[in-house]
């Protein structure tokens, strides 16, 4: 069954430092996302990107996020000078086409900052 | 602004009971509703999507209900078993091509 893959599975970056966390969404999927979740809270929106373009983004996706699909496989999200409080688990998700709409989620990047 | 919230917070019941998650949302004008399955560290696997115009779905020991004009959705567990335990989250989102909401979860133990 085709399933999200992330990679790594964890990072370990210190503050200040640039990070590129790549996912790898369902083939046939066209509508892409990044959560985070901070350890014990909320699974929580970033952004979604449709058609080589942003379609939605939350407030926490300021200026030191982006995202792009640099070829026809990849979704990568890149934070440009991490802080402390980037820590968290990064989530990538895709959604079906058609039909459901359903979200997929991939296993997730642990993202520690030092 | 959509709000998701769950309780309990977390719940620990001994094998073989059958239990109820709950979830509710504050705004009614939803797409569909998903639960989810979190194991410690790990990703969110997909468990049961309602959609909007749905009232429940089911699939194995679990099924899933919706009451839509009430912001309610519970999840049902029949015969859980160990291997049950985990945190159940569930999600929302309002429109086709939009977010997913997520309440903060209930963690459940289930006791040998």
């Known amino acids: 069954e085709p399933e999200v893959t992330q990679t790594p599975s964890h990072q370990v970056t210190q503050m200040g430092q640039e990070v590129i966390l790549r996912c790898v969404p369902i083939s046939n999927h066209l509508y892409f996302y990044w959560y985070r979740q901070i350890l014990g809270q909320k699974v929580e929106f970033l952004v979604s990107f449709y058609n080589n373009e942003i379609s939605e983004k939350s407030e926490i996706f300021d200026d030191q996020f982006s995202v792009e699909r640099p070829d026809g496989s990849n979704f990568t999200l890149k934070i440009r000078s991490t802080k402390l409080e980037d820590s968290a688990m990064y989530f990538c998700?895709?959604?079906?086409?058609?039909?459901?709409?359903?979200?997929?989620f991939g296993p997730g990047t642990r993202l520690t900052v030092t | 602004k959509q709000e998701v919230t769950q309780i309990p917070a977390a719940l620990s019941v001994p094998e073989g009971e059958n239990l109820v998650l709950n979830c509710s949302f504050t705004d009614s004008a939803i797409y569909n509703l998903q639960w989810f399955r979190q194991d410690p560290g790990k990703g969110l696997t997909s468990l049961l999507l309602?959609?909007?115009?749905?009232r429940e779905q089911t699939s194995g020991r679990l099924n899933a209900s919706l009451d839509k004009s009430s912001g309610r959705s519970t999840l049902y567990i029949a015969a859980s078993q160990p291997g049950d335990s985990a945190t159940y989250l569930c999600a929302v989102k309002s429109t086709v091509g939009g977010k997913l909401i997520f309440g903060q979860g209930t963690e459940l133990s289930v006791k040998p």
């Open positions: 998700a895709s959604r079906t086409p058609s039909g459901s709409y359903e979200q997929y």
């Open positions: 309602i959609q909007s115009s749905q």
